[in-house]
C-alpha cells in the first residue's frame, strides 16, 4: 500500500529535515508551505514524485482544498507532520491582538484542521499516523513568549485528546516536542548564553528532530506521547 505523507511547514526547518528523511524511505510526499515556489524548491531538491502545495493552515477551506489536491495527485495521506509555527514573542501587555490571534491560529487551530481533514480518508483506510511539532515551552512557559506557550501546549492537550479519540481506528497521534534548534524562529536568539543551560552543550539541529518525529511516525505501538527533543533543556528549568 502506498505510504503518502503531507508535511505542512515542509519547505524549511524541521519540516524540511523530516522529508529529507523520509523521502528515501519510499514515501511519495506533498511539501506544503504558504509560499508556493519554496514549497516547489523543496521538493525538487528530495527528487523523485514528490510534489508542492501552497496552504494557510488558519484557513479551512485552503486546507480542505489542499487534502483534496493531494488526493488526486499523490494517493490518501495516511502520514501527517504537522511542522507550520510562526513566533511573534512579546510581554504579553505589549502583544498585539491579532498578533495573538495569528499564532493561534497557525500553531493551534492549524494543526486541528490538518488532522480533521486527514481523519476523513485514514477513518475510510483504517490506518493512519500523525505527529505534531509542539515545543518545550508549551510545558515549561518562558517569559516574552506567554502566547506561544498558550498554542503549543494546546498541541500537547488536543494531541493527547484525539490519540484516544482515533485509537480504535487504528490512527496514532503523537508530539515531539523540540527545544532549540537551529531555524528561522530561533536565528535572533543570544545562542552563546543559552545554549549554557543546555546539558548536551549545544543547539539542536532540524534533522535532530526529525530522526524523533519520523520514529513516531513510524513505530506502530505508540499513541498519545510527548517526545522531548532538547539536548536535556528540560532538567534544567
Keep these: 500500500m502506498d505510504k503518502v505523507c503531507a508535511v505542512f511547514g515542509g519547505s524549511r526547518g524541521i519540516g524540511r529535515a523530516v522529508a529529507q528523511l523520509m523521502a528515501p524511505k519510499g514515501y511519495r510526499l506533498a511539501i506544503i508551505a504558504r509560499n508556493l515556489e519554496v514549497a516547489k524548491a523543496a521538493a525538487g531538491e528530495l527528487g523523485g514524485d514528490h510534489l508542492a502545495f501552497s496552504c494557510d493552515v488558519a484557513k479551512e477551506r485552503d486546507v480542505q482544498n489542499t487534502f483534496e489536491?493531494?488526493?488526486k495527485n499523490l494517493g490518501r495521506v495516511n502520514f501527517l507532520v504537522?511542522?507550520?509555527g510562526i513566533n511573534r514573542d512579546s510581554l504579553l501587555v505589549r502583544t498585539k491582538t491579532e498578533d495573538m490571534i495569528s499564532q493561534l491560529h497557525t500553531n493551534l487551530l492549524g494543526s486541528m484542521l490538518t488532522c480533521k481533514v486527514a481523519l476523513k480518508?485514514?477513518?475510510?483506510?483504517?490506518r493512519g499516523s500523525i505527529v505534531n511539532v509542539?515545543?518545550?515551552?508549551?510545558?515549561?512557559?518562558?517569559?516574552?513568549q506567554s502566547v506561544y506557550s498558550a498554542g503549543k501546549g494546546g498541541v500537547v492537550g488536543f494531541s493527547r485528546a484525539l490519540a484516544k479519540e482515533v485509537a480504535r481506528k487504528k490512527i496514532r497521534v503523537n508530539v515531539v516536542a523540540p527545544g532549540f534548534v537551529?531555524?528561522?524562529m530561533t536565528k535572533d536568539l543570544k545562542e552563546e548564553h543559552l545554549k549554557k543551560n543546555i546539558p548536551l552543550g549545544r543547539f539542536g539541529e532540524p534533522i535532530d528532530v526529525a530522526h524523533a518525529v519520523v520514529f513516531l511516525l513510524e513505530s506502530p505501538y505508540i499513541t498519545g506521547h510527548v517526545l522531548v527533543v532538547d539536548g536535556g533543556l528540560q532538567l534544567m528549568i
Excluded: L, P, R
Excluded at 480518508?121 to 483504517?126: E, P, S, V
Design 69 to 71: 489536491e493531494m488526493e
Design 134 to 144: 509542539g515545543s518545550i515551552i508549551g510545558f515549561k512557559g518562558n517569559s516574552g
Design 82 to 84: 504537522n511542522a507550520a
Design 182 to 184: 537551529h531555524t528561522d
Design 121 to 126: 480518508t485514514m477513518i475510510q483506510q483504517q
